[in-house]
Nanobody, 123 residues
């Protein structure tokens, strides 16, 4: 089974950039689509971005399109989320998750989750 550890969160000013990483252990990483979700204080967890098992297909929430880029390196068992032009409303705990081989935006289809990394964007 895949185990996931996020890193790269922190405090950044509005308009700045961060790159999140999700390191996976386990031999099945390359078989899974991977996704990023986030949860802001007092809000439900929401989909951010997803990438298929081979990186050939991606999906983004409308709120991050054009600003965030998801990618993966199966040789390194790592997924990334490049976040540019950050806004205060991007402040949340960001979670990576492993899903089925094809891209999905549906939370319940993701079976393995990391512990989350905090992203705070100041205005």
């Amino acid at each position: 089974q895949v185990q996931l550890v996020e890193s790269g969160g922190g405090l950044v000013q509005a308009g700045g950039s961060l790159r999140l990483s999700c390191a996976a252990s386990g031999r099945t990483f390359a078989l899974n689509s991977m996704g990023w979700f986030r949860q802001a204080p007092g809000k439900e967890r929401e989909f951010v971005a997803a990438v298929s098992w081979n990186g050939g297909s991606t999906a983004y929430a409308d709120s991050v399109k054009g600003r965030f880029t998801i990618s993966r390196d199966n040789a390194k068992n790592t997924m990334y989320l490049q976040m540019n032009s950050l806004k205060p409303e991007d402040t949340a705990v960001y979670y990576c998750a492993a899903g089925p081989p094809v891209v999905t935006t549906t939370e319940y289809e993701y079976r393995r989750w990391g512990q989350g990394t905090q992203v705070t964007v100041s205005s």
